[in-house]
């Protein structure tokens, strides 16, 4: 049993705090929406008034925040109140400059850190079964593993400070780019006279088959669980891919890495997020491109 801190009980922290409870660890868990703390109280969190309040005693703080904004004010916060050698995770999405950052103010204070983000959206957070991508020292992964594995199946050592967050962008830029190709294709296939049904049969077992078609299909039929068969109810809402594809668009930037593609998918995500599509799952990015092709 670890006495663990959890800072932002939203979507995903709310879940992710109720299986550490369920897996026997100690949890205070302080959010600023009232709402949400209580949600979490009726988990078995102990909500906290403060923050001060929640980290007092912690042997580990996972916070769950929306960006890189919050999470180094959190950290900066939380560093002048935990007891050095407290074990730091941030599993929020947030740029790898700002998720290196907060790794130097937890350097300053002299505890462990780790980023540590996140895939499996709601869905994985609740049924303990996400992905974690870990960036920071050997000697901080082995401490965190315990911990990661009440919450994810799937545990990925990726590298130094900041590494968890490079995969976490590279990988959803692969996403939102083959997304895009696999609703392309729907869509002109669609224009040929092809079933959607035809098509999946033949990619799907062919050169052409990615996660965007086998498991996440973005048209109703070919795979019953993917949420183009429920009026495109996220899943994972295109608003979030946008802002993946965002901090991909500025870590390319910062790097000087060509991303042409990722480029025009964070352009198309964007302009459907414009049209007040950001909520809806983002493979109904289909509907958007049907209409791009009639203009
Ligand atoms: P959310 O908005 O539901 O939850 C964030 C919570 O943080 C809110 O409850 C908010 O009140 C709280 N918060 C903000 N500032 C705070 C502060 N200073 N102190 C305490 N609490 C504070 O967001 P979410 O969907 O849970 O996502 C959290 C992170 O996980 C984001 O970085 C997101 O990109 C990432 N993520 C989300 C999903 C998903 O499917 N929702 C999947 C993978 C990764």
């Excluded at 947030?94 to 130097?104: F, G, Q, T």
């Excluded at 594809?245 to 930037?253: G, K, P, R």
């Excluded at 593609?261 to 958007?288: C, H, K, V």
Aim: aromatic share 4%.
């Amino acid at each position: 049993m670890t006495k663990i801190a959890f800072v932002g009980l939203g979507n995903m922290g709310g879940p992710m705090a109720a299986n550490l409870v369920k897996a026997g660890h100690a949890v205070a868990g302080f959010d600023l929406s009232e709402t949400s703390r209580a949600a979490a109280a009726a988990t078995g969190v102990s909500a906290a008034a403060t923050l001060a309040e929640a980290v007092d005693g912690a042997e580990c703080v996972v916070t769950m925040l929306p960006k890189g904004t919050h999470v180094l004010s959190v950290w900066g916060e939380l560093c002048g109140l935990v007891e050095a050698g407290t074990l730091l995770v941030d599993s929020s999405t947030i740029d790898v400059e700002n998720a290196r950052r907060a790794h130097a103010l937890a350097a300053g204070r002299g505890c462990p850190s780790l980023d540590a983000p996140v895939s499996g959206g709601t869905g994985g957070a609740a049924a303990a079964t996400l992905t974690f991508m870990a960036g920071g020292t050997e000697a901080a992964f082995a401490q965190a593993q315990p911990i990661l594995a009440a919450m994810g199946r799937r545990i990925v050592h990726c590298g130094g400070p900041g590494a968890g967050q490079a995969a976490k962008i590279c990988n959803n830029m692969i996403l939102g780019i083959s997304m895009i190709g696999v609703c392309e294709a729907f869509a002109l296939g669609e224009k040929l006279g092809l079933s959607h049904q035809a098509l999946f049969d033949v990619a799907s077992t062919s050169s052409g088959q990615c996660w965007s078609l086998t498991s996440y299909c973005p048209v109703p039929g070919p795979v019953p669980a993917s949420p183009a068969n429920s009026g495109y109810k996220p899943g994972f809402a295109a608003a979030l891919m946008l802002k993946d594809l965002t901090l991909a668009q500025e870590a390319a930037l910062s790097t000087g890495a060509a991303t042409p593609l990722g480029g025009l998918a964070a352009q198309l995500y964007g302009l459907f997020d414009r049209q007040g599509q950001g909520g809806r799952d983002f493979s109904a990015i289909i509907e958007m491109l049907r209409g791009l092709e009639e203009a």
